[in-house]
């Protein structure tokens, strides 16, 4: 086979043995959506009718032979999904194109776009980048298509300016996104059906309208997306006091611990999915499954020589005539992975045709991908192994309840209830909470300066610190409803090992940890350092300063922003003369504005704001801990001093035209 990479118009043939293709769509902005579509178009280049068009409103074929799955995040950015069985498309269906739109944003404003074809073990078989896109609000990115018996891929990087109902109708769709309602007389009809009407009335009456002779309105697709109504959970306001507290749909009154928490842990988290159905579809999306209905079951014993493997739970999820299945095993508490019984559980699911063996445990990975446990390559030959920290279990139910579009308040309350159990200690599930055994040693070896960057220690503390900053990501994520990322250098987000390597030749050079926070529409990255030479717990944000006026009213435009800032926060100036640097305390700076600029000639260009902080010496818990300290202290930071900044926007230029009477 060829190089999967194409160009535009380049095209790629796929190895004859491919039955199935995971087709990806991805951008690198999380903070805007892109919708991923198909048609199944036949030698007129048209759909043969509408339930060809495959896309969020309609996610599957007729034939079922192509799906849509939904959206998911990655450390990149964004993707969508579609899969595509070409065994199961009918042989007048010539080619599938797939297309990308936006219904706010032209396409330029995404930057790198992407198509990947992948085969079912996640091989690349085709891929295409571009960057071309302009006004275009959707666009074809290219086709998978038969020639001669063959598939193959071809990019194709066409726009279209009139958005996704522009595409579909060109490509022989019935679209129909007018507006429901109908004008009467007096009365505004709200739905038709066969002869009769329901109609509301200028007062508001809803009233039954009979309408003879009329036939009932030829309806197509509809493209634009359903506003959904977001639900509140319960409101308890009758208590008669502070010691009164609601019951528990999931109790934690006789919780012990190993065997007894996890099986409390795993029924918990499958009667939740399986009662929350956009929970469920973000628990399983995560390991690769279709979207569709899910059934979880606990303990299903399964026969392997002359004795029985039994996984903790089976999540099946069915979807167009096929049943996704997952194995999975979960870990509370203390409780570690092994590679024995994972690879028990690959091999149960090889022989069975699983697709995916999926681990939960209170290891968080230090990035998307990663395991706890590494297993025999060639055990993942036909299945994946896929991990979960229960921090991103509790992560997802976050943000479900407060970003997500749940309708049912029924839902909210059990997902609240849910949540309400994970985080209450008696459950097992924790969310970052221990530095690991090696992290008292590396920390007195750095306040005694003999720590170096070959000590093994080391390195398993940098991995710690790395999924310690993945979790706030994912904490600040939850909280804030924009993705938030550990902000790596690109040569080190996909090397966990060369990633470890950097942190601990950091860490002996200058006896620091640090982490830098992307988060969306933020003034500034926010860095965390805790210095262990120095017991401090450092957070610093940069903003620049405005490109107009004086230094003075630059620095004044910066204190208005920091009115209700901690007066410890300091406040660094850099100028265009790196020389004339000036830093100084919050407070100060209130007192005399002037402090950080008297006597500096050179253009103020950028200012670095920084809160110290006392850091937790203990290696776990909450309390008086180095994990407490950090977290503390990165949320304050947040909340005190980088929300409230504003870049700085320069004033609309002013016409120098006169006005002119008449």
């Given at each position: 086979?060829?190089?999967?990479?194409?160009t535009?118009?380049e095209?790629?043939a796929l190895?004859?043995?491919v039955?199935?293709?995971?087709?990806?769509?991805?951008w690198?902005?999380?903070?805007?959506?892109?919708d991923?579509?198909?048609?199944?178009?036949?030698?007129?280049n048209?759909?043969?009718?509408?339930?060809d068009?495959?896309?969020?409103n309609?996610?599957?074929?007729?034939?079922a032979?192509?799906?849509?799955?939904?959206?998911?995040?990655?450390?990149?950015?964004k993707?969508?999904?579609?899969?595509?069985?070409?065994?199961?498309?009918?042989?007048?269906?010539?080619?599938?194109v797939?297309?990308?739109?936006?219904?706010?944003?032209?396409l330029?404003?995404f930057?790198?776009?992407?198509?990947?074809?992948?085969?079912?073990?996640?091989?690349?078989?085709?891929?295409?980048?571009?960057?071309?896109a302009?006004?275009?609000?959707a666009?074809v990115?290219g086709?998978?298509?038969?020639?001669?018996?063959?598939?193959?891929v071809?990019?194709?990087?066409?726009?279209?300016e009139s958005?996704?109902?522009?595409?579909?109708?060109?490509?022989?769709?019935?679209?129909?996104?007018a507006?429901r309602?109908e004008?009467?007389?007096?009365?505004?009809?709200?739905?038709?059906?066969?002869?009769?009407?329901?109609?509301?009335?200028?007062?508001g009456?809803?009233?039954?309208?009979?309408?003879?002779?009329v036939?009932?309105?030829?309806?197509?697709?509809?493209t634009?997306?359903?506003?959904?109504?977001?639900?509140?959970?319960?409101?308890?306001?009758?208590?008669?006091?502070?010691?009164?507290?609601?019951?528990?749909?999931?109790?934690?009154?006789g919780?012990?611990?190993?065997?007894?928490?996890?099986k409390?842990?795993?029924?918990?988290?499958?009667a939740?999915?399986?009662?929350?159905?956009?929970?469920?579809?973000?628990?399983c999306?995560?390991?690769?499954?279709?979207?569709?209905?899910?059934?979880g079951?606990?303990?299903?014993?399964?026969?392997?020589g002359?004795?029985?493997?039994?996984?903790?739970?089976?999540?099946?999820?069915?979807?167009?005539?096929?049943?996704w299945?997952?194995?999975?095993?979960?870990?509370?508490?203390?409780?570690?992975?092994t590679k024995?019984?994972?690879?028990n559980?690959?091999?149960?699911?090889?022989?069975?045709?699983?697709?995916?063996?999926?681990?939960?445990?209170?290891?968080i990975?230090a990035?998307?991908?990663?395991?706890?446990?590494?297993?025999?390559?060639?055990?993942?030959?036909?299945?994946?192994?896929?991990?979960?920290?229960?921090?991103?279990?509790i992560?997802?139910?976050?943000?479900?309840?407060?970003?997500?579009?749940?309708?049912d308040?029924?839902?909210?309350?059990i997902l609240?209830?849910?949540?309400?159990?994970?985080?209450?200690p008696?459950?097992?599930?924790?969310?970052?909470?221990?530095?690991?055994r090696?992290?008292?040693a590396?920390r007195d070896?750095?306040s005694?300066?003999?720590?170096?960057?070959s000590?093994?220690?080391?390195?398993?503390v940098?991995?710690?610190?790395?999924?310690?900053?993945?979790?706030?990501?994912?904490?600040?994520?939850?909280?804030?409803?924009?993705?938030v990322?550990?902000?790596?250098?690109r040569?080190?987000g996909?090397?966990p090992?060369a990633?470890?390597?950097f942190i601990?030749?950091?860490?002996?050079?200058?006896?620091c940890l640090?982490?830098?926070?992307?988060?969306?529409?933020?003034?500034g990255?926010?860095?965390?350092?805790?210095?262990?030479?120095?017991?401090k717990i450092?957070?610093?944000?940069?903003?620049?300063?405005?490109?107009?006026?004086?230094?003075?009213?630059?620095?004044?435009?910066?204190?208005?922003?920091?009115?209700?800032?901690?007066?410890?926060v300091?406040?660094?100036?850099?100028?265009?003369?790196?020389?004339?640097?000036?830093?100084?305390?919050?407070a100060?700076?209130?007192?005399?504005?002037k402090?950080?600029?008297s006597?500096?000639?050179?253009?103020?260009r950028r200012?670095?704001?920084?809160?110290?902080?006392?850091?937790?010496?203990?290696?776990?818990?909450t309390?008086?801990?180095?994990?407490?300290s950090?977290?503390?202290?990165?949320d304050?930071?947040?909340?005190?001093?980088?929300?409230?900044l504003?870049p700085?926007?320069?004033?609309?230029p002013?016409?120098?035209?006169?006005?002119?009477d008449?």
């Amino acid at each position: 086979m060829s190089s999967p990479f194409l160009t535009k118009g380049e095209n790629v043939a796929l190895p004859a043995e491919v039955t199935e293709l995971d087709v990806i769509v991805s951008w690198v902005d999380p903070d805007r959506d892109l919708d991923a579509s198909a048609l199944l178009v036949d030698d007129s280049n048209r759909v043969r009718s509408d339930s060809d068009f495959v896309f969020y409103n309609q996610p599957e074929s007729a034939d079922a032979a192509v799906r849509y799955l939904g959206r998911s995040s990655t450390d990149e950015g964004k993707q969508e999904r579609i899969s595509i069985h070409l065994h199961s498309l009918p042989a007048d269906v010539l080619k599938v194109v797939i297309a990308g739109s936006s219904e706010g944003r032209p396409l330029s404003d995404f930057g790198k776009l992407a198509l990947q074809v992948r085969d079912r073990s996640g091989s690349i078989l085709g891929e295409f980048v571009t960057v071309d896109a302009t006004s275009e609000h959707a666009l074809v990115f290219g086709e998978v298509y038969r020639r001669d018996g063959v598939w193959k891929v071809r990019a194709v990087g066409q726009g279209w300016e009139s958005g996704l109902a522009g595409l579909a109708q060109d490509f022989g769709v019935d679209v129909d996104d007018a507006d429901r309602t109908e004008q009467v007389d007096d009365v505004v009809v709200v739905e038709v059906a066969d002869s009769h009407a329901q109609a509301r009335t200028e007062t508001g009456e809803v009233v039954e309208v009979s309408i003879v002779d009329v036939d009932p309105p030829k309806r197509g697709v509809r493209t634009k997306k359903p506003v959904a109504k977001k639900a509140s959970p319960p409101q308890f306001t009758l208590a008669g006091g502070e010691g009164w507290h609601t019951a528990r749909l999931f109790s934690i009154s006789g919780v012990g611990s190993g065997e007894e928490q996890e099986k409390r842990a795993t029924s918990a988290l499958i009667a939740t999915m399986q009662a929350v159905r956009p929970f469920a579809r973000a628990i399983c999306s995560r390991a690769g499954a279709p979207a569709g209905p899910f059934e979880g079951y606990l303990e299903v014993p399964f026969v392997k020589g002359d004795g029985k493997v039994i996984p903790d739970g089976v999540f099946r999820v069915s979807r167009a005539g096929h049943v996704w299945t997952a194995l999975l095993e979960v870990k509370t508490g203390t409780g570690k992975l092994t590679k024995e019984q994972l690879e028990n559980y690959l091999d149960v699911a090889k022989r069975h045709k699983y697709e995916v063996v999926l681990s939960v445990s209170n290891d968080i990975p230090a990035s998307v991908g990663e395991l706890p446990v590494q297993v025999s390559k060639f055990k993942l030959n036909n299945v994946a192994l896929r991990h979960m920290s229960w921090s991103e279990v509790i992560h997802e139910a976050r943000m479900l309840l407060s970003h997500g579009d749940l309708t049912d308040s029924l839902q909210v309350w059990i997902l609240s209830e849910f949540v309400r159990y994970l985080t209450h200690p008696k459950s097992g599930a924790t969310e970052f909470v221990d530095m690991g055994r090696h992290w008292v040693a590396v920390r007195d070896s750095v306040s005694a300066g003999t720590l170096r960057p070959s000590d093994a220690k080391a390195l398993s503390v940098a991995n710690t610190w790395a999924s310690l900053s993945r979790h706030l990501a994912l904490r600040m994520t939850a909280d804030l409803g924009a993705t938030v990322k550990h902000h790596l250098p690109r040569k080190l987000g996909s090397h966990p090992q060369a990633r470890n390597e950097f942190i601990v030749n950091h860490l002996a050079a200058t006896g620091c940890l640090v982490a830098t926070l992307r988060i969306p529409d933020a003034a500034g990255d926010v860095t965390v350092e805790a210095d262990l030479r120095t017991n401090k717990i450092q957070c610093s944000t940069s903003i620049d300063a405005p490109a107009d006026g004086t230094s003075l009213r630059r620095a004044s435009w910066l204190l208005k922003q920091l009115k209700d800032a901690p007066a410890d926060v300091l406040v660094e100036a850099v100028f265009a003369d790196v020389s004339e640097v000036s830093c100084e305390n919050l407070a100060t700076v209130r007192a005399d504005t002037k402090s950080l600029t008297s006597g500096r000639v050179s253009e103020l260009r950028r200012f670095t704001l920084t809160s110290p902080s006392k850091m937790g010496s203990k290696r776990s818990g909450t309390a008086a801990s180095f994990i407490g300290s950090v977290t503390d202290g990165i949320d304050a930071f947040y909340r005190d001093v980088v929300q409230p900044l504003k870049p700085w926007v320069p004033s609309a230029p002013e016409s120098t035209t006169s006005t002119v009477d008449s």
